[in-house]
């Protein structure tokens, strides 16, 4: 069997015999830069937890919104939409969306779909970027400091991205992704509060590094919590779980037992608004007014059957 060969097996085994991941020697592999700015991110953001009392309600409103904002941009766009294809939207819609995913500056939407494609397709095999099989610290965080898998490489250059590749607006995004995401996730938000209501540029600019950390760390939470903690009324055979912390930070996309059971549903969960879901709040108001359309939801006798096959 060839290395190819290999991989494709791990991509491909049942989740009933997952394997152990191979064994790594991490040291050769760490990319300090990496390490440098995530570390200077949480020393800002506990720095600015200890001096929350100096800023004004004002920059901790303007904070707030773009948490929320820049979290659309990952959870509706990169995650539902292009990843996923859970639904359409129209032109305005996916330009907003890109726009927006560069306030939360983590990749480009079409490495993002790359890498996370990767993921559903190879979940807890070498071949997964944040495989939870090693550990809750890889998973989170670690991934994010040391190179990829080889598998991870080769199974990412597999899939068809040609969806990607076809949107314009994705493109487009990647292009320009470094200026637009500095210039939205951290020079905008850091001025606004400086010359409309005279906070500090100090406090501005902490108020803005805090927000990027907190939902940086909501999404790692996805891959690493999502994966170890919680229920698994879906499939038991699989890892990903469901959890309420998790979808209250990640706006809706900790019901990760099911979105892996049925990675086609729009809402990512079974309950669509009535639990912990703004993502799917926005995209049924993007419904209502013609801008999101072809919503994929599972039927609740597809759902109830799965239970009854592989739930807990
Ligand atoms: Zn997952
Ligand atoms: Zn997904």
């Not at 991509?11 to 830069?33: A, F, G």
């Not at 996730?185 to 100090?202: A, D, K, S």
């Not at 079974?270 to 013609?290: H, Q, R, W, Y």
């Amino acid at each position: 069997m060839s290395s190819d060969d290999c991989v494709q097996r791990l991509c491909e085994i049942n989740s009933k015999e997952i394997q152990e991941p191979s064994k790594r020697n991490y040291w050769n592999d760490l990319i300090w830069k990496k390490i440098i700015v995530l570390l200077y991110v949480h020393i800002i953001f506990i720095y600015t937890l200890t001096s929350v009392h100096t800023f004004k309600m004002n920059t901790i409103f303007l904070a707030s919104v773009m948490y929320i904002l820049s979290g659309l941009g990952v959870t509706a766009g990169a995650h539902r939409l292009w990843s996923h294809r859970s639904y359409k939207a129209k032109l305005p819609l996916r330009i907003f969306l890109a726009i927006v995913n560069c306030m939360a500056w983590q990749v480009p939407i079409y490495d993002w779909c790359r890498d996370h494609r990767t993921h559903h397709k190879c979940s807890e095999t070498d071949g997964d970027p944040h495989n939870a099989r090693r550990g809750l610290f890889f998973s989170h965080i670690g991934c994010h400091l040391v190179k990829k898998h080889p598998d991870v490489i080769k199974n990412g250059k597999k899939l068809s991205l040609d969806d990607l590749k076809e949107d314009p607006v994705v493109m487009w995004q990647r292009r320009y992704f470094i200026p637009m995401a500095l210039i939205l996730c951290f020079v905008i938000p850091t001025l606004i509060p400086y010359y409309m209501w005279e906070e500090t540029l100090w406090n501005s600019y902490c108020a803005c590094v805090a927000r990027y950390c907190v939902l940086l760390n909501a999404a790692f939470s996805v891959n690493s919590f999502a994966h170890l903690l919680g229920s698994r009324p879906y499939d038991v055979s699989i890892n990903p779980r469901e959890n309420k912390i998790v979808a209250f930070f990640a706006m809706g996309e900790g019901f990760h037992n099911y979105h892996h059971a049925f990675p086609q549903d729009y809402s990512t969960s079974e309950f669509g608004i009535s639990k912990l879901n703004p993502t799917t709040l926005f995209i049924d108001m993007m419904a209502f007014v013609g801008l999101a359309y072809r919503r994929n939801k599972i039927s609740q006798q597809m759902i109830g059957a799965r239970k009854r096959r592989t739930g807990e």
